[in-house]
């Protein structure tokens, strides 16, 4: 009788060189991001998303902060969402979850060649 199994491999934490690093710039800061994500974390926004109204919009801010690369770079988000001085649109925030989908699942938009 055939046995109905297949191995599947994970990932070893890789480092992009420095030119590729993810990084995102809000209010004049520049955010350092991890260099990679779990795949959970993408599916579970990306099935949010699909969801649509406030499923999606309830993940944005947790997939930011986990994408964030340490303490300092948390903190320093942390300090701008809740400023009094300056206020991050939803807008702006789905903007940035869609750049950071885009960077780590390689779904970045190609440049068009000349």
Wanted: charged share 30%; net charge negative; glycine share 6%.
């Amino acid at each position: 009788m055939a046995k109905h199994h297949r191995s599947f491999s994970v990932k070893k934490r890789g480092q992009r060189p420095d030119d590729e690093k993810v990084t995102f710039e809000l209010n004049d800061r520049t955010y350092k991001c991890k260099d990679e994500v779990q795949g959970a974390l993408i599916l579970d926004f990306v099935s949010a998303a699909d969801s649509g109204g406030a499923a999606a919009a309830s993940k944005i801010l947790p997939f930011i902060r986990a994408s964030l690369d340490g303490q300092e770079e948390l903190d320093a988000f942390n300090e701008l969402l809740e400023s009094d001085d300056v206020f991050v649109e939803m807008e702006t925030l789905g903007e940035i979850v869609g750049f950071l989908i885009e960077e780590y699942s390689d779904q970045r938009p190609t440049k068009a060649s000349s």
